[in-house]
Structures are given as C-alpha cells and as structure tokens.
C-alpha cells in the first residue's frame, strides 16, 4: 500500500471519532511520562481511537504501552520566531522515529525557522502524515498546497490574526467545511455537546485536552463558576 493510501486509510479510520490530547504543563502534578501513560490507556479505555501526544519522553512511554494511533508534536520556545508546536523538521522527524503515526505542527503564516515545504517532506520521508495546526481558512488552504495530509482547528485564537474568543472557533470550521477542506477540530471544546457540534459543522474528527485530561483546569472552571455566582450576594 502506498503512502498516501495507507494515510487515506488512517484517517478514514479516525473519521466520527475522539483522539484525546494527553498532555500537562511544567509545574502540573501529572508532569511525567508515566503518568502521561497511564492518562493515555484511560483515554483508550473510554473509546478514544487516537491521542495526541507532546514531547519525545512522552510518546515513548505511550507507544509503549498502546497501539492507538498517536498525533505527536514537541512544544519548543526558539528565539526569533512565535512558532511553538514542533518548529524544525529534527523535532518532526524524530516523532516519526519514535511511532508517531501522525506528526503535528505549526502551520500557521508567522515567520518560521523552515519552511512549510521543507517540514512536511521530510515528516513523509520518516513514514509519517502531516497534520498542520491552522488558525485560519487561508492557513489550512496554505497548507494543504504544501503538503498537509490533514489540518487541524488548534491555533484559533493563539495567533495575532485569528479571531479570539472563550468558546471554540465555529466560524472557522464552517468556512473550512464551506471550502471543502477537510479538518480536524480542536481548541476550546470543553464539552460532549460542543464535540457533537464539531462535528455537525464538518470535522472529520475531534480533539479533546483539557476537559478530559487536565484535571487542575476542570476544577480551576468550577472554581470561577462558583465564585462568580456566590459573588452576586
């Protein structure tokens, strides 16, 4: 099977379903890989069919212990640049290496250390699909015209250009179903209704982080919810 048809096939096997983001910040309690790991089976035991993974440590120990298909990427601060998911074409390759099936990155249009071009033909030649993180229509057109296999909704509202806002970008995803650009949704979707709604709007699949892994930022919601609400007295 050749590559684009093997990448075809995977995606179809993702489509109407929930790939869970396992991830934690510096200073979270559940910052180590292991835990990342266990966050991830638990993940797999409640139906998800993908994950998305950060950091080389990380997917190791979850390639190590699932075989779901896993989105990987690196989170890295370089002088120069705003580009932070997976910046170089070393970072994207070695995922590959390390049984990313899908490799994430920055798509977007800001100044980047290598081009669009140079990254996604080198993500094809370790054996592995490219998924771009777009903040907007001209983005995910951008990179599917490089390369992309599959672009993804995660930036809106991370880049200067994008619309900002609390909830996630349905705009967005309407303009790329409009456009007959295929997509997977992600950012902000903190509920099984706004999944739902993502994928009512045409995504071929759904992302979920936060409201399923991150239980520090579940609880910080509750927390100003309650606040807010006991503060009207």
């Known amino acids: 099977m050749s590559r684009r048809a093997a990448g075809q096939s995977l995606l179809e096997q993702l489509r109407g379903t929930l790939i869970v983001s396992c991830q934690a910040n ?108 777009i903040s907007t229509l001209d983005e995910a057109q951008a990179a599917y015209e490089a390369g992309a296999d599959i672009v993804s909704t995660t930036l809106s509202g991370y880049t200067a250009h994008s619309r900002a806002g609390s909830g996630a970008d349905w705009a967005l995803m309407d303009e790329l179903r409009e456009a007959k650009l295929v997509f997977i949704a992600e950012g902000r979707l903190n509920s099984p209704a706004d999944a739902a709604q993502a994928i009512r709007r045409g995504a071929l699949a759904v992302v979920v982080g936060s409201a399923i892994t991150r239980p520090d930022i579940i609880t910080s919601w509750f927390r100003d919810a309650i606040q807010s609400e006991a503060g009207k007295d």
Do not use: N, W
């Not at 640049?81 to 070695?94: D, Q």
């Not at 590959?96 to 990254?119: F, Q």
């Open 26 to 133: 510096p200073g979270s309690p559940l910052r180590e890989p292991y835990i990342i790991s266990r966050l991830a089976l638990a993940a797999e035991q409640g139906g998800a069919t993908g994950l998305r993974i950060q950091g080389f440590e990380d997917v190791a120990a979850v390639r190590a212990v699932s075989k779901l298909p896993i989105i990987g990427l690196t989170k890295t601060d370089r002088a120069g640049t705003e580009v932070y998911i997976t910046p170089t074409a070393a970072e994207a390759v070695r995922l590959a290496e390390l049984g990313c099936e899908i490799v994430a990155l920055d798509a977007t249009s800001r100044p980047r250390p290598e081009t669009l071009t140079e990254m996604f033909a080198a993500v094809h030649a370790a054996g592995a699909l490219v998924m771009g993180d």
